[in-house]
């Protein structure tokens, strides 16, 4: 008897595993595979750089900065050498952000101009995860990871308002935007 129910747990254990693992591509997996190839800059941010002082924000911007813990910026730069691969990376993207645990809350942008889109991992007032996903097929894409818990979309709109205000530490976003030039 015990030797079947052991022979169950291991089973379970067994098949749970493989389910998760068989879950497709996941945008943690495409940062961590991206982050050292060619054509990709990736940056992770502390929240510190933001340099906010939270004694000026509003309960619901205190409320939003302490539920953000990081953001992570990838990029990919498209030259006249590479156009068929940057293709296939925007596949990639699409295809892991058309998956439906990511929900949608804007669109926007043209074409000539650049399309952007932000879309949530996680319910409600209980996201874990906003992504924005930008691109113009002339210079590449960005996706900006910005992780954190219990973070609610209205309350994380009202922070940005704050961010005009701050003294960002631009060090690191200059190396984003410098990538692009």
Do not use: H
Request: charge should be negative; aromatic fraction near 8%.
């Amino acid at each position: 008897m015990k030797s079947l129910i052991r022979n169950l747990t291991v089973m379970t254990l067994l098949m749970a595993t493989l389910y998760s693992c068989n879950q497709g591509p996941s945008l943690q997996s495409y940062y961590v595979d991206s982050q050292e190839q060619p054509n990709f800059l990736s940056i992770d941010v502390p929240l510190s750089m933001l340099n906010l002082d939270q004694q000026q924000l509003t309960q619901d911007q205190n409320d939003a900065y302490k539920s953000i813990q990081k953001l992570n910026m990838l990029a990919y730069k498209v030259t006249p050498d590479n156009i068929m691969e940057y293709e296939a990376e925007m596949a990639k993207v699409k295809t892991i952000l058309d998956n439906p645990k990511y929900e949608e809350l804007m669109r926007g942008g043209s074409p000539e101009e650049g399309t952007f889109t932000i879309k949530t991992l996680g319910k409600d007032d209980d996201i874990d995860e906003f992504i924005l996903f930008g691109n113009i097929d002339s210079r590449g894409f960005a996706i900006v990871r910005v992780l954190g818990r219990d973070m609610n979309p209205n309350k994380i709109m009202t922070l940005a308002s704050a961010l005009d205000k701050a003294n960002i530490d631009d060090s690191q976003l200059s190396q984003f935007t410098e990538f692009f030039k």
